[in-house]
């Protein structure tokens, strides 16, 4: 069962978002954030997409969902004790990410990117609650395609991500581009699973000075999902 949540009610805290762009309230900067903030509070419709889903099979490397193979060494150990899993698309939703700002205006274009990223948490957690709510979840595990290093779940992989839902674009929004980046660039896809294992894609992850880092790099975990 595919479901679409399209009406996500929310409201954007101005104080916090003012400290997170490190903008000093009361300035002329401070009363031009602001205005952005009172557009997306207006315009924006943050979303989510999500699939229940069940594994046909799986091989050595790869699984297969709904006729679909992903392969990738690390899904597959993760995947081993289990059978459901929850692909998602969470989005700050394509109507803020249309509004105007020009070109070369980089600091209110940072300062849209911050209200993105505030709005994609939302739908993020409106998700979580809803899938914990619904299905009881418990103890869980994300994995995205593209996240840790590149061999780790292959970006390209998102296609077939996206193939789980056929038409995302119509359903929420969100379109891939050729170079399998997803537009409003604040999306994520990915999917869920109950277990038991602790797990997150930065243990796979040798970038530095990352600052989304969750996790340390684990280089036993690393060798463990090596092909050879
Ligand atoms: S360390 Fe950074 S780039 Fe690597 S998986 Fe974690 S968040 Fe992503």
Request: aromatic content about 8%; proline content about 3%; some cysteine.
């Amino acid at each position: 069962m595919i479901e679409a949540i399209t009406n996500i009610s929310f409201e954007l805290d101005l104080e916090g978002l003012l400290k997170g762009a490190h903008i000093k309230p009361g300035t002329n900067d401070a009363k031009e954030f602001e205005d952005l903030v009172n557009n997306a509070q207006k315009n924006a419709r943050p979303k989510a997409l999500y699939k229940e889903c069940f594994i046909q099979s799986k091989e050595e490397e790869t699984i297969t969902i709904d006729d679909i193979i992903f392969t990738s060494q690390a899904l597959r150990i993760n995947l081993d004790q289990v059978e459901r899993v929850f692909a998602y698309v969470v989005t700050c939703g394509k109507e803020v990410d249309e509004i105007e700002i020009p070109q070369d205006d980089f600091l209110k274009g940072f300062w849209l990117d911050t209200i993105k990223a505030t709005l994609l948490g939302i739908s993020g957690r409106h998700l979580s609650e809803l899938l914990d709510q619904k299905y009881k979840l418990g103890k869980t595990v994300d994995m995205n395609p593209g996240s840790g290093d590149v061999a780790v779940w292959p970006i390209e992989q998102q296609r077939k991500l996206f193939a789980l839902f056929g038409d995302v674009e119509n359903f929420i929004g969100v379109r891939l581009t050729e170079s399998f980046l997803m537009i409003p660039n604040k999306s994520i896809s990915g999917i869920r699973f109950s277990t038991e294992i602790n797990f997150q894609s930065c243990q796979l992850c040798h970038r530095e000075n990352c600052s989304g880092r969750s996790a340390s790099f684990d280089k036993k975990l690393w060798e463990s999902v090596q092909h050879d």
